[in-house]
């Protein structure tokens, strides 16, 4: 997970439970999310804030988290019954003058309304020639298993407000779920920022901290972009990460390119692509 994002959890096990209690009564809500891999876990965890829950008989607790922050794991101090560790949170090093950052912000902008109009393209032949590919027919189909899983966690949850929001982003193209995204990331961003007066930067630090989180956030299935989206959680420089999104979203552009072709469309953009030359 990434800054400003929700997970829907389950908690019926007793350790978990535990960890719950635990994480209410002793630390304000606030948890870190592990990230296991077959190497051991990796040392930047997502800071989330519990959001919301419900406890439910025999069912356990329905609890929905956000991803306000992240932090550096120092030392395992515990593994039974559940992980505890000393960590310290990570704040990014933003530069003092913002002027590539913001070109390069801009860039990434163009390209999201870029990669939308060819996306758009891709689906309008589709359905004209009423066909879809084998990626198209699996994405598909575990879009239709996050719903449902989905579903079955807002049973457990009286809160409903979050439903609408979940129907509109399978509606919206990738502009608009990177819109959403920015929102959502600028407004529960919780590190501080110092400042000078910079009249010609477009956008503060906080803005372009947001833009850099929101980057990564506009696929359906978000696991898609997991290896992005680790580098991303890992960095802690704010120009960094955004070249690191310039990167994935030129290799998206070159995949569209190719399912273009293939359909026998030729993309008006083709000979004005977003320089990204700056990154």
């Not at 800054?3 to 908690?11: A, D």
């Not at 003058?97 to 032949?125: C, G, R, W, Y």
């Not at 990331?185 to 000078?196: E, K, R």
Request: aromatic share 6%; with cysteine; glycine share 4%.
């Amino acid at each position: 997970l990434l800054q400003g994002e929700t997970k829907q959890l389950r908690l019926y096990e007793e350790r978990f439970i535990e960890l719950f209690e635990d994480c209410m009564e002793n630390h304000s809500g606030v948890v870190g999310m592990g990230l296991l891999a077959s190497s051991g876990i990796i040392q930047t965890v997502p800071l989330c804030e519990i959001e919301a829950y419900n406890r439910m008989d025999g069912f356990g607790i329905f609890a929905t988290i956000r991803v306000v922050g992240r932090a550096s794991l120092v030392e395992l101090t515990t593994q039974e019954p559940y992980l505890k560790a000393v960590c310290t949170e990570i704040v990014d090093d933003i530069a003092p003058n913002l002027e590539l950052p913001n070109h390069l912000a801009s860039n990434i902008e163009n390209f999201m309304l870029l990669l939308s109009s060819m996306e758009h393209q891709l689906s309008t032949a589709s359905k004209e020639n009423d066909e879809m590919n084998d990626e198209d027919v699996e994405m598909q189909r575990r879009i239709k298993i996050a719903q449902l899983d989905d579903r079955f966690y807002e049973e457990g949850d009286d809160d409903e407000s979050g439903d609408d929001d979940e129907d509109d982003t399978l509606e919206l193209d990738r502009r608009g779920r990177f819109n959403r995204a920015y929102e959502v990331a600028l407004a529960t961003d919780t590190q501080g920022y110092c400042v000078s007066s910079q009249k010609n930067s477009d956008r503060t630090p906080a803005e372009l901290t947001a833009l850099s989180w929101s980057s990564f956030c506009t696929e359906l299935l978000p696991e898609s972009d997991a290896t992005y989206r680790i580098q991303a959680l890992d960095s802690d420089n704010l120009f960094d990460r955004l070249k690191i999104a310039s990167h994935m979203l030129r290799d998206k552009q070159t995949v569209l390119k190719k399912k273009l072709e293939t359909a026998g469309i030729k993309y008006w953009a083709d000979d004005n692509d977003v320089d990204m030359d700056s990154d």
